[in-house]
T-cell receptor
């Protein structure tokens, strides 16, 4: 069974810092990996989707990398802002498994203070 | 284009009551999913559907039922609500890649 772990569970940084969120998964046979943002009491917003054949994806100040062989992904946030404060979830989609279901980590709760 | 919509946003149930959580998507996706999220935990799959008339169990299906009579709608039924079903419920849809999530339903069973 696929297990997804996110480290750290919580992170508090001053505005302007560059930071890295980590995600690891136990089964490297994945179809893709998706990073989500979740604001308190809200739904999930997709940030980046990396296909298994890709090494990284970028969107604005966000960069996500994927090392499938070692079962790891990182989300890099450049020049963090208070508006980045949220919980960040990593999810993997298994290849050939339950028809597209996602396996989620518990998330990293990020606080960026001014 | 509303994406994935869920109703209600909040609900309080008494133990033993039943209710249906509604989910509708307007992206013509064949794949739809129900997840639950407990505090401090990742999302866990309850049920999924790969098209109208086809549903199957996920990781935590006990106490729930689903149906899929149309491509757009995927309601989740709770029978005999229990305190362990207190959670936030998310519906999602997708087609071959990214999944799109609804805003969630926060359910409390007391």
């Amino acid at each position: 069974k696929q297990e997804v772990t996110q480290i750290p569970a919580a992170l508090s940084v001053p505005e302007g810092e560059n930071l890295v969120l980590n995600c690891s998964f136990t089964d490297s046979a994945i179809y893709n990996l998706q990073w989500f943002r979740q604001d308190p009491g809200k739904g999930l917003t997709s940030l980046l989707l990396i296909q298994s054949s890709q090494r990284e994806q970028t969107s604005g100040r966000l960069n996500a990398s994927l090392d499938k062989s070692s079962g790891r992904s990182t989300l890099y946030i450049a020049a963090s802002q208070p508006g980045d404060s949220a919980t960040y979830l990593c999810a993997v989609r298994g290849r050939g498994s339950t028809l597209g279901r996602l396996y989620f980590g518990r998330g990293t709760q990020l606080t960026v203070w001014p | 284009n509303a994406g994935v919509t869920q109703t209600p946003k909040f609900r309080i149930l008494k133990i033993g009551q039943s209710m249906t959580l509604q989910c509708t998507q307007d992206m013509n996706h064949n794949y739809m999913y129900w997840y639950r999220q407990d505090p401090g935990m990742g999302l866990k799959l309850i049920y999924y559907s790969v098209g109208a008339g086809i549903t199957d169990k996920g990781e935590v299906p006990n106490g729930y039922n689903v149906s899929r009579s149309t491509t757009e709608d995927f309601p989740l039924r709770l029978e005999l609500a229990a305190p362990s079903q207190t959670s936030v419920y998310f519906c999602a849809s997708g087609e071959g890649g990214e999944q799109y999530f609804g805003p969630g339903t926060r359910l409390t069973v007391t």
